[in-house]
């Protein structure tokens, strides 16, 4: 299960707080993702990003935002922008750019908005 | 952009019998498929894939199916076992310019001893 590491585990925020997650990886890949899991809603792309420096949005990024300043690390931000925050969120990393990549998953943060 | 939708979201079955997990995608361009079992409490991992230039791909108890022309993949599961309960996630991607994956909403499978 090693290679690609999300902290922290569990996540709590106020209201109209902006929070960030981490997500970490030793494998050398190029391409990293950011996934929101919701029951009955499979996982929908926020944000990915194919080399150093450079992102795309996903399907759903409305209210967060990322950075790739590193290889190794794919920070995302949940602003107050986001509506409904509470998720769980999975980071994943692939070899290369290419979709034939197998993903690599984090463990995922679980992020609750009190 | 791309749309998969997959069904069951549930599905229950005795241990020995077969389980099968249907998925449509809406864009002709894509051109792989890959599978992710996501047991309780860890993380999606790739069990499977397959390629839009093959119809059909087995690995052990686990074969996928494709058919093109109707836009639609499959996953089967023989001689189910009590480990193969999960959720199981099928995918579609264009390999072409930004490739990204879109997921479908998951399949819960209980495999009932």
């Known amino acids: 299960d090693g290679g690609i590491t999300q902290s922290p585990k569990y996540l709590f925020r106020k209201e109209g707080q902006n929070v960030t997650l981490s997500c970490e990886q030793n494998?050398?890949?190029?391409?990293m993702y950011w996934y929101r899991q919701d029951p009955g809603q499979g996982l929908r792309l926020i944000y990915y990003?194919?080399?150093?420096?450079?992102?795309q949005k996903g399907d759903i990024a409305e209210g967060y935002s990322v950075s790739r300043e590193k290889k190794e690390s794919f920070p995302l931000t949940v602003t107050s922008a986001q509506k409904n925050p509470t998720a769980f969120y999975l980071c994943?990393?692939?070899?290369?750019?290419?979709?034939?990549?197998?993903?690599?998953f984090g463990p995922g943060t679980r992020l609750t908005v009190l | 952009g791309e749309n998969v939708e997959q069904h069951p979201s549930t599905l229950s079955v005795q241990e020995g019998d077969s389980a099968v997990i249907k998925c449509t995608y809406s864009?002709?361009?894509?051109?792989?498929f890959p599978w992710y079992k996501q047991e309780l409490g860890k993380r999606p991992q790739l069990i499977i894939d397959?390629?839009?230039?093959?119809g059909e791909k087995k690995d052990q108890r686990i074969a996928v199916t494709l058919n093109k022309t109707a836009k639609h993949f499959s996953l089967h599961i023989t001689e189910t076992q009590p480990e193969d309960s999960a959720v199981y996630f099928c995918?579609?991607?264009?390999?072409?310019?930004?490739?990204?994956?879109?997921f479908g909403t998951g399949t819960k499978l209980q495999v009932i001893p």
């Open positions: 994943a990393s692939s070899i290369g750019g290419s979709a034939y990549n197998e993903q690599f």
């Open positions: 494998l050398n890949h190029d391409a």
């Open positions: 990003s194919q080399i150093v420096n450079d992102f």
């Open positions: 864009d002709s361009a894509s051109n792989y």
């Open positions: 397959i390629r839009s230039n093959v």
């Open positions: 995918a579609a991607s264009n390999t072409g310019g930004y490739q990204k994956v879109t």
